[in-house]
């Protein structure tokens, strides 16, 4: 085990998805692939199952805080049953994947573990039982103000070895970007990257390249208004708060391996201008990283997966490079 003073705590997302299957392929892989220590808030008796599926040998035990050990999984039980079918999602188990997400939360905020990896969910199979967000990002973001009575403006930030990216605009339509881009929400945003790289990956300077939202970032207005009116302007006064940032750039010269030497991240002014490069250029190890956040949140950059779940064939490597980044950002903080 490391020498990491908390453990990670890891949340089961759905289910029925690969969710259960990276994490229990991790763990029983750990003796080649060394990972931090963590704990699974869930269904002690699902995840037997589950492993039992996959032909996995794993030796579970009830968790009780502070007692890993090498030789078992410890798993914090959540007192819901899950059903968990591989690959058929099922309403009933929505309460208990909300209520692991809950409890990682809620051990991370009270100091008893480092941060939370969370497994993917599917927020739609999520709405029965109350869950009102538009996804995962913004649920804890939800959390995380009830916690401190702050407003909390959550980055979404998908890092990868060749590339840091993240969205100003998140979860909605690509009509709404127009009139959701706003100069305060790009400040925001950059303002908060910019103070998390330095406080949790230990960059002192984070140089932030900040695209534009049309095509050759407006080519001087021919192609639309915004990069002129809203993205320039805000870029100005970031200059002017002494954070290193230019732009806009246009987005389809930002991700060339000459380019990508010149920053630490890209910000991009909705989500497929950020997540297209990131998953394509590190898919199996890009990891989603929750920004502006009271606790350290990781995630792998996938989904459920349900064509895969129970058979064996996801590959943990992300959810590992998850952890890892968890860990490492833990030390920093």
Partial sequence: ??????????????PSGIGPDILLKAWAHRKTTPLPDFFVAGDLE?????????????????????????????VLDIQQP????????????????????????????????????TCPINKHVLYDAGFKQPGHTEYLAELGQKHTGNTI?????????????????????????PTQLTQELIIETARITAQDLQS?????????AISGLNPHA???GSMGHQDAEVVQPAIEKLQAAGINAWGPLPVDTMFHK????????????????????????????AVNVTLGLPFIRTSPD????????????????????????????????
């Fill in 1 to 14: 085990m490391s020498k990491q003073t908390l453990p990670l705590a890891v949340s089961l997302g759905d």
């Fill in 46 to 74: 699902f995840l037997k199952r589950r492993a039992a599926l996959l032909e996995l040998e794993i030796n579970f035990k009830d968790y009780q805080l502070g007692t890993l050990d090498d030789q078992h999984l410890s």
């Fill in 82 to 117: 899950l059903a968990g079918d591989p690959g058929s999602p099922k309403n009933a188990d929505a309460l208990g994947t909300i209520k692991s997400i809950d409890t990682c939360v809620a051990l991370t905020l009270k100091g008893t573990a480092a941060g939370i990896v």
């Fill in 153 to 177: 403006t959550p980055v979404m930030m998908l890092a990868g070895p060749e590339l840091r990216t993240i969205p100003v605009t998140i979860h909605i339509p690509l009509h709404d970007v």
């Fill in 200 to 208: 949790r990956f230990d960059i002192n300077n984070p140089r932030l």
């Fill in 218 to 220: 407006g080519e001087n």
């Fill in 258 to 285: 000459t380019a990508r030497a010149t920053y630490d991240v890209a910000i991009c002014m909705y989500h497929d201008q950020a997540l297209i490069p990131a998953k394509t250029l590190g898919f199996d190890d």
């Fill in 302 to 333: 996938h989904g459920t997966a349900y064509d895969i779940a129970g058979t064996g064939k996801a590959n943990p490597s992300s959810f590992i490079a998850a952890l890892n980044m968890a860990h490492q950002m833990s030390q920093q903080s």
